[in-house]
């Protein structure tokens, strides 16, 4: 099965969630339309954090209803290493399993080439060909984005929001405490 892979994160205090959700070709489409139609009047995007709790039930309750698999790695720490870390399980997690494309939330410049560097490292490290395609888009271009944004945030959340995602979260990875990379 062709695979695309969309991540965000979440942090909730020292918890730091990455959020992969993993979007057969096939239902690319059709899980765009879906987020499309979840904005909010005027709304660029839907970013979960900023809507109404009716709003954020809704959404949740879609997706599972859209049966949306992804994985949650997380770990605690304060540094970038943490995310380094995260991003470095969940490459080494799916890119074996078919993926064409990994799509990634852009952040700045120098954590977008950071991000490069990870993915990297770690498609060499598990043995899956380098060429894999990753890119990085703003939130607004790409509604697939949307999904891990939510998902994450009901993860972190904890409670009945993390139990209102269960059912489309097939897999976690709790990494521990990261320590600060050294320089």
């Known amino acids: 099965m062709n695979l695309h892979?969309?991540?965000?994160?979440s942090r909730r205090g020292r918890v730091y969630l990455l959020a992969a959700t993993l979007i057969a070709s096939r239902d690319l489409a059709p899980t765009r339309a879906l987020m499309r139609g979840l904005r909010s009047r005027g709304e660029r995007r839907v970013h979960f954090t900023h809507e109404r709790d009716t709003i954020q039930k809704d959404i949740a309750a879609r997706l599972v209803a859209a049966a949306l698999r992804?994985?949650?790695?997380?770990?605690?720490?304060?540094?970038?290493?943490?995310?380094?870390q995260c991003l470095r399980a969940a490459v080494s997690d799916i890119a074996p399993e078919g993926v064409l494309r990994l799509v990634l939330e852009s952040r700045d410049h120098k954590g977008n080439l950071?991000?490069?560097?990870?993915?990297?490292?770690?498609?060499?490290?598990?043995?899956?060909?380098?060429?894999?395609?990753?890119?990085?888009?703003?939130?607004?271009?790409?509604?697939?984005?949307?999904?891990?944004?939510?998902?994450?945030?009901?993860?972190g959340?904890?409670?009945?929001?993390?139990?209102?995602?269960e059912p489309i979260v097939e897999k976690t990875v709790n990494l521990g405490t990261i320590a600060r990379r050294r320089r």
């Open 70 to 84: 992804t994985r949650i790695y997380q770990g605690q720490g304060r540094s970038e290493a943490v995310r380094d």
């Open 114 to 155: 950071s991000d490069r560097r990870t993915i990297q490292s770690a498609l060499t490290s598990c043995g899956t060909s380098p060429d894999l395609a990753y890119e990085h888009m703003f939130a607004h271009e790409e509604p697939a984005l949307w999904v891990p944004d939510a998902i994450a945030w009901c993860y």
């Open 5 to 9: 892979v969309f991540v965000d994160e």
């Open 157 to 165: 959340a904890g409670g009945e929001w993390r139990r209102r995602i």
